[in-house]
């Protein structure tokens, strides 16, 4: 039997086509007098966050729109949110979006709560009081960020991501609902499907993972080989963003109660220094990153291999493991990611990006032990687009 364990995930979960109905339900059973409406400008311009406003305003509930999160929520960002928290009374916050608006509302409502600034509470559970509730309303299948205990954000002055793990942060209300996912155009479905890939593989493989994480990512992975593709060629597809709405939640639920690994590290310093997508960024670097894993635990790689679809059940692990390397990178190719190449990535800053990579509170979580100069050679063979169990993807 394994020993203890202390599982976080939100007391209240809303799943499913039509979930975002019953928010108003969730609001009322809170006592909450007045929410901070925490969204991004593209959201609001495209009609999701008018889907949640009616539900909202059907019911009576009042709210104070805050627009102003950027795709990597900064300080800036999580201090003007505050500011119009306080300004207007409010006593809740509702985040509608990936995984920008869901990190800056977990930073609002901490400070809020324990007060100082964004930067006193970078690392491992260092505030002291429970964030103001706070119902989340993902509209990505990637992030998770309405289901964990992590929030990651911006500092503008150091040019780095501060990753928050604080169970304090965690949502009183967390919604999945894929109808408002179907707006999404292909290339943002195609790189938050990869980067639930990536948090279900990390998961999977992570020095932290355990039965039920093992069970929840195991899933994961085979959801999204199911249906991401068909996800991105057909966004309209309820089915397939559907499957892919679950598997998101499911790999939140494994990686935040087990970690993760040097994927996210390095895609932390990617995101910093030239503000990529975070889901680019790991989609740009999983194949090369869990080549360099797959040599720690190649048994759990070959049961990524056949969640995947592909073939392996006469393959050795050792053998298998090329066939799970080779498929990330495949599906990455099918839907489009770009090569790190094709990003404002300067090889000139590898030293920099690999020593913060190092730095960063998901490297502990890798299931291979690493070091600089073995980040820094995966920054280039991506950069360089080689494989080495495979061809050369360029």
Partial sequence: MEGFRRIYWPAINLIGPGAVKDVAIEVKKLSLTKLLLVTDKVLRSVGVVDTVTDVLKASGIDFVLFDEVEPNPTCKNVNDGLSVFKAEGCDGLLSVGGGSPQD????????????????????????????????????????????TINYVITDEVRKIKMVMVDPNCLASV???????????????????????????????????????????ALEAIKLIGESLETAVSDGSNIEARSKMAWASYIAGLSFSNCGLGIVHSMAHQLGSEYNLPHGVANSILLPYVEEYNSASCPEKFKDIAAALGRDVANLSAEEAKFEAVDALAKMAEKLNIPKLSETAFNPDDIEKLSVQAMADVCTGGNPREVTIDDIKAIYMNAYKGILQSSATVA
Wanted: charged residues 20%; proline residues 3%.
């Fill in 104 to 147: 800056a509302a977990k930073a609002i409502g901490i400070l809020q709560t324990n007060g100082g600034n964004i930067v006193d509470y970078e690392g491992i559970e260092k505030s002291h009081y429970k964030s103001v509730p706070i119902i989340a309303i993902n509209t990505t299948a990637g992030t998770a960020s309405e289901v």
């Fill in 174 to 216: 967390a919604v999945n609902d894929p109808e408002l996912m179907v707006k999404k155009p292909a290339s943002l479905t195609a790189a938050t499907g990869m980067d639930a890939l990536t948090h279900a593989i990390e998961a999977y493989i992570t020095k932290g993972a355990f039965r039920l994480s093992d069970t929840l």
